[in-house]
C-alpha cells in the first residue's frame, strides 16, 4: 500500500535554512516527486519535483537519495513568509489515479 | 495566463438544495482535477478529466457530479449533500503530458458548508 509520510510540523527562525523529509517506501524508479506550499485557505502551490539525485530552482532545492525511499526539500534563508503547510506529492506508477499527497508539515518560521 | 479560476469562493448550501462549483482555466491544459480538502488534512484527489472525458472517478458519492463542457471548464453539481462534506473543494488542471509527473497548477478553491 503507498504511503507517503512527513513531519506533523516544524518550527524555524528566519533566515536559517529549512530541511521537510517525505518518506515513500513504494515508488519505483521513474515515479515522480513533487513538492507543494500551501497557506490557508489557498491552493497548493507548486514549489520544485525531481526523481533523482538533486534539484534545485529558484526558491528550493530537492534531495532524493539513491535508494528513493525518502526525500527532502531544502528551503534556503526563510522568512516570516514562508510560514505555510509543505506537501509532497508523490505520483505512483506514472498513473494519476495514484497521485498521493503526502501528510503535510506545518512550517511556522518565527522573527 | 497562468490561473485556474473557481467560483463560488465560499458557498453555503442546505441538504436538499441543488448547487454547483465552476472551474476556468485558459493554459490550454487537457487534463483538470477534482480535490476534496478537510480542515489540516491533505487534499484527496475525487475526479480526473483527461481530453474532456472522465478517466479517474475515485469512488465518489453520486451526490457529487462532475462535468466538463470543454477544454477550459469544469463544474462539479452538487445535490442532496451531507453536513460531512463541508469542506474545501479544489480545481487543479495540468498539460497532459506533466500528468505523470504530478506538476498541477491549483485553483484557489471553493469553501462549500453543508448546513
Known amino acids: 500500500l503507498a504511503k507517503t509520510t512527513q513531519p506533523i510540523s516544524m518550527d524555524s527562525y528566519e533566515g536559517q535554512e529549512v530541511n521537510i523529509t517525505c518518506s515513500h517506501n513504494?515508488?519505483?524508479?521513474?515515479?515522480?516527486i513533487t513538492w507543494y506550499q500551501q497557506f490557508p485557505s489557498q491552493g497548493p502551490r507548486f514549489i520544485i519535483q525531481g526523481y533523482k539525485t538533486k534539484v534545485t530552482n529558484e526558491v528550493a532545492s530537492l534531495f532524493i537519495p539513491a535508494d528513493r525511499k525518502s526525500s527532502t526539500l531544502s528551503l534556503p534563508r526563510v522568512s516570516l513568509s514562508d510560514t505555510a503547510v509543505y506537501y509532497c506529492?508523490?505520483?505512483?506508477?506514472?498513473?494519476?489515479?495514484?497521485?498521493?499527497f503526502g501528510t503535510g508539515t506545518l512550517l511556522a518560521v518565527q522573527p | 495566463d497562468t490561473e485556474v479560476t473557481q467560483t463560488p469562493k465560499h458557498l453555503v448550501m442546505g441538504m436538499t438544495n441543488k448547487k454547483s462549483l465552476k472551474c476556468e482555466q485558459h493554459m490550454g491544459h487537457r487534463a483538470m482535477y477534482w480535490y476534496k480538502q478537510k480542515a489540516k488534512k491533505p487534499p484527496e484527489l475525487m475526479f480526473v478529466y483527461s481530453y474532456e472525458k472522465l478517466s479517474i472517478n475515485e469512488s465518489v458519492p453520486s451526490r457529487f457530479s462532475p462535468e466538463c463542457p470543454n477544454s477550459s471548464l469544469l463544474n462539479l453539481h452538487l445535490h442532496a449533500l451531507q453536513p460531512e462534506d463541508s469542506a474545501l473543494y479544489l480545481c487543479a488542471s495540468s498539460q497532459e503530458d506533466r500528468t505523470y509527473t504530478g506538476e498541477l497548477f491549483f485553483g484557489e478553491g471553493s469553501r462549500l458548508t453543508v448546513l
Open positions: 506529492l508523490v505520483v505512483y506508477g506514472g498513473a494519476t489515479n495514484k497521485l498521493i
Open positions: 513504494n515508488i519505483a524508479t521513474n515515479d515522480y
